[in-house]
């Protein structure tokens, strides 16, 4: 299995260009993430999917959009680019584990990231 | 709603001493709790995980953390650190708050740096 993929791993803009990152998943896991990782912010999550055909606003949505048209991928978009977008951007999926009668948890996988730099 | 602090945004110690790496969360329900390990240029690696079972878990490479409802503590362990141990480490609690989405929330992170 190759788990989470990213595509591109690198990719240089210029302001106001648009682009697309794919994440591609071979789990058959129902939940995606869209992360960025900036220094000494952590992780915070843009986007995210429940299942296919649904997606759902995180915590900075603000400039990107997303799909899911497949259950294995999960598309971010950048429409116009700004350098405030350069950043690195994560990807993960996770399902369902059983953690006790009727308790669940999830364990998110992640892929290897793309840096992105808007210029 | 959840939240998790990690004390400490960097860390260092000498290769053979005890690594201790700093998480407080914050929950309103019995929390699911994650310890993730990004070694450079790379994606996030589950080192461990605190699912209700036992209070004391342990990981892979050494690592084990222990869960302390009392103190809101789920700090992160290893007896002996090895160079290869440096990496950026990152605690991260289920946002249970979220009709199960499976939406995690991450510390800041803390970087471990392991001396000769």
């Known amino acids: 299995n190759a788990g989470v993929t990213q595509t591109p791993k690198f990719r240089v803009l210029k302001t106001g260009q648009s682009m697309t990152l794919l994440c591609a998943q071979d789990?058959?896991?129902?939940?995606m993430y869209w992360y960025r990782q900036d220094p000494g912010m952590g992780l915070r999550l843009i986007h995210y999917?429940?299942?296919?055909?649904?997606?759902a606003k995180g915590e900075v949505p603000d400039g990107y959009n997303v799909s899911r048209l497949k259950k294995q991928n999960f598309l971010l978009g950048l429409e116009s680019a700004a350098p405030s977008q350069t950043s690195v951007y994560f990807c993960?999926?996770?399902?369902?584990?059983?953690?006790?009668?009727?308790?669940?948890?999830?364990?998110?996988?992640f892929g290897p990231g793309t840096r992105l730099t808007v210029l | 709603a959840q939240s998790v602090t990690q004390l400490g945004s960097h860390v260092s110690v000498s290769e053979g001493a005890l690594v201790l790496l700093r998480c407080n969360y914050s929950s309103s329900v019995p929390p699911y709790l994650f310890w993730y390990v990004q070694y450079p240029n790379q994606g996030l690696q589950l080192l461990l995980k605190?699912?209700?079972?036992?209070?004391l878990v342990k990981g892979i490479n050494g690592f084990e953390a222990e869960f302390k409802k009392s103190e809101t503590s789920f700090h992160l362990t290893k007896p002996s650190a090895h160079m290869s141990d440096a990496a950026e480490y990152f605690c991260?609690?289920?946002?249970?708050?979220?009709?199960?989405?499976?939406?995690?929330?991450f510390g800041q992170g803390t970087t471990l740096q392991v001396k000769p």
């Open positions: 999917s429940v299942g296919e055909g649904t997606t």
């Open positions: 991260a609690v289920s946002d249970i708050g979220s009709s199960n989405t499976g939406k995690l929330i």
């Open positions: 789990m058959n896991h129902e939940y």
């Open positions: 605190y699912t209700s079972a036992a209070t």
């Open positions: 993960a999926s996770s399902a369902p584990r059983l953690a006790g009668v009727l308790k669940y948890y999830n364990e998110q996988f």
